[in-house]
């Protein structure tokens, strides 16, 4: 399985990821429960879903399109004052759960792979806190 596949077979599973992601992330990061308190966590996985499509497509082919939306998420994040050192703690959550969602498909090139690709994406949304709203 490759990260394409990957993403697919998590498309076709509607919010089982997502659910089991969340649940996961705020047992072990309850302080970023204060960030979705108005959030809809229905809409919040479909909005994970999308982004782990657009961060295989920006790993895959680079797109300045997506890394400049990447930028503008990160800009946001800041603006919701989301601290920049929860996203290698996201990161590590997210691998977890995309270990058990894979089960026997899992293996350590699928991990270097979404490894690779989240390490991307974090990047430039982090890039997005040093911009200011004249650029964007």
């Known amino acids: 399985m490759n990260l394409s596949e990957s993403v697919s077979q998590i498309l076709s599973h509607e919010a089982e990821l997502a659910s089991r992601f969340y649940e996961r992330f705020f047992a072990q990061i309850p302080e970023a ?3 979705f308190e108005s959030t809809n966590m229905i809409h919040q996985a479909a ?10 497509q920006f790993c ?3 797109l300045g399109a997506i890394g400049d939306y990447l930028r503008v998420i990160g800009f946001k994040h800041r603006e919701r004052n989301i601290p920049q050192d929860m996203y290698g703690r996201w990161r590590e959550i997210l691998l977890d759960e995309l270990e058990e969602f894979h ?4 293996s350590e090139t699928l991990k ?9 994406s974090i990047n430039k949304m982090l890039e997005g806190y040093e911009l200011s709203s004249a650029t964007i």
């Open 60 to 62: 895959s082919h680079e």
């Open 103 to 106: 089960g026997a498909d899992w």
């Open 33 to 35: 429960m204060t960030f």
């Open 47 to 56: 909005v994970l879903r999308m982004s782990l499509q657009i961060i295989e």
């Open 112 to 120: 270097v792979e979404w490894t690779k690709a989240l390490n991307l």
